[in-house]
């Protein structure tokens, strides 16, 4: 050994995983209904498994596109707090996710990368392997947010 201290990381991403939606956030500040095509990123950190990687990315692919598309695609995203002021009258149907907070692109990463590492331990992924998870959500192509968690395990 060199006596270098070499530290390794591997990280399984899917990339351009898109969603369409409509969200109110702060214009000049105050809220401003108005839509997107968000784009997401997801990466998981951890060990190599067996198959010589962190993650299938079929099942990572699948998971947070099952995610998006049930929660987020074609919904108006809006803050939980503002649920009992939203009334919508109109001659088609609305579907509305609601988010802990602003439905900012940092809070919608979060919510995305909580939703994602629920499922991931319901695939039964080997939890323990699995070191940090980083989603990121762009407002179209150069507008991106990033929400990273990390795990301590002793
Ligand atoms: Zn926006």
């Known amino acids: 050994m060199s006596g270098e201290d070499k530290q390794e990381k591997y990280v399984t991403c899917v990339k351009n995983i898109e969603f369409h939606a409509a969200h109110a956030t702060p214009v000049?500040?105050?809220?401003?209904?108005?839509?997107?095509?968000?784009?997401?990123?997801?990466?998981?950190e951890g060990e190599l498994t067996k198959g010589g990687w962190v993650v299938d990315f079929t099942l990572l692919s699948n998971i947070v596109k099952d995610v998006?598309?049930?929660e987020y695609n074609f919904r108006l995203l809006l803050n939980r707090e503002d649920a009992s002021k939203v009334k919508i009258i109109a001659p088609f149907n609305?579907?509305?996710t609601y988010v802990n907070g602003p439905p900012t692109a940092e809070l919608l990463a979060k919510d995305?990368?909580?939703?994602?590492?629920?499922?991931?331990?319901?695939?039964?992924?080997?939890?323990s392997s699995i070191k940090a998870y980083r989603v990121t959500v762009c407002e179209g192509n150069d507008l991106c947010a990033e929400y990273m968690t990390h795990f301590t395990r002793e």
């Not at 839509?35 to 990466?43: D, L, N, P, Q, R």
């Not at 629920?118 to 039964?124: Q, V, Y």
């Open 94 to 96: 609305v579907r509305i």
């Open 112 to 127: 995305i990368c909580q939703k994602l590492s629920k499922r991931m331990l319901e695939e039964s992924i080997p939890h």
């Open 68 to 70: 998006i598309n049930q």
């Open 28 to 44: 000049n500040g105050a809220p401003l209904l108005h839509g997107h095509t968000f784009i997401v990123h997801a990466c998981v």
